[in-house]
């Protein structure tokens, strides 16, 4: 493996090697507080294609949204039950026409938006029926036309139009293939199949776009490719799979198939540490991973120095929707 370059500002280097990539502590921004730029528990981040990132700010009930490293560029949403206000917003997701999902969770509905806030449409409500939510943990989008919702209060995974229209959902309470305890992070990869972060039973779950289980791997513990209620996870471009390894406040990542990799971070509130990390996003070019370190209210985005990029591919472009 040849030698990384190392940003020598806070220069961590962060665990080493995963076909070449190397991920090295970049920056980070945010902290506690309900000011411009300032968070309280954020639990979802999300990278647009223009470059910018937007943050579900989840204890001040709003969406910011940032430059690629961080600075300002604008918020919306108050505390209520009305059009483009929230009660904890914990999931976020961008469709590719630049259209804003949010899992307004204790609205127990989605609400989208356009890329600057304005209200485009909300469906959803509390309860056990099709297309109605426990509470709504997170919203990933997969083009061109359904919207997926981990619904974490009824063990289930629901699937919409883009506008809300019930299309389908699978699971139920367990610990059994196919089965979940608090589905909390959500994620499409490339090839169709869709990731669950099936925190209550510490473990990855993984299923074809209408819920046929393919596959699983995780037990309970602090080793390797084991989880403390893991809440996020994201597949990249490549098919990578990354994991928020919420209560061992680390980050691991893994094969398609789940064969461990990797994994960085410690418990801590220094750069490249984390307290319970819960959303992960990844850049365009796929070089540059987003994490909603949400007990430090911070995002922290770590540089992979390593990566080829080639941002026209199909895969990368699949990468925007998480």
């Not at 490249?272 to 949400?294: E, I, K, M, T």
């Not at 985005?301 to 925007?320: I, M």
Request: with cysteine; net charge positive; proline share 5%.
């Amino acid at each position: 493996m040849k030698r990384p370059t190392v940003f020598l500002s806070l220069a961590v280097l962060i665990t080493a090697a995963c076909g070449g990539a190397v991920w090295v502590y970049e920056g980070s921004w945010g902290k506690g507080g309900s000011g411009d730029g300032e968070l309280k528990h954020p639990e979802e981040v999300a990278a647009a294609i223009f470059g910018n990132v937007y943050v579900a700010d989840t204890e001040n009930n709003r969406i910011q949204h940032f430059t690629a490293t961080g600075s300002f560029l604008g918020k919306w949403g108050s505390r209520g039950s009305g059009p483009g206000q929230f009660n904890k917003p914990t999931g976020i997701a961008l469709a590719p026409n630049g259209v804003v999902y949010v899992a307004d969770s204790l609205n127990y509905r989605i609400q989208y938006f356009s890329a600057t806030g304005s209200f485009l449409g909300a469906w959803g409500s509390k309860g056990r029926e099709a297309g109605k939510f426990g509470k709504p943990a997170t919203v990933e989008v997969v083009a061109p036309n359904r919207v997926y919702v981990a619904d974490a209060g009824n063990d289930r995974i629901q699937y919409f139009t883009p506008a809300g229209s019930f299309l389908g959902m699978w699971g139920v309470h367990g610990a059994g293939n196919g089965e979940f305890d608090t589905p909390a992070g959500l994620a499409a990869a490339p090839n169709g199949n869709i990731y669950v972060a099936d925190a209550g039973n510490d473990r990855v779950q993984y299923f074809t776009p209408i819920g046929v289980f393919r596959g699983k791997w995780g037990i309970r513990g602090g080793g390797q490719g084991q989880f403390q209620r893991p809440e996020g996870v994201l597949v990249g471009p490549t098919g990578r799979v990354f994991v928020a390894d919420t209560a061992n406040h680390r980050v691991q990542y893994f094969t398609a198939a789940g064969s461990f990799l990797s994994l960085f971070g410690e418990r801590g509130s220094g750069p490249g540490q984390f307290l319970f990390p819960v959303g992960v996003a990844l850049s365009l070019a796929g070089d540059r991973l987003y994490v909603a370190d949400a007990v430090n209210n911070r995002i922290q985005y770590f540089k992979d120095t390593e990566y080829a990029v080639s941002p026209t591919s199909l895969g990368r472009v699949k990468a925007l929707f998480r």
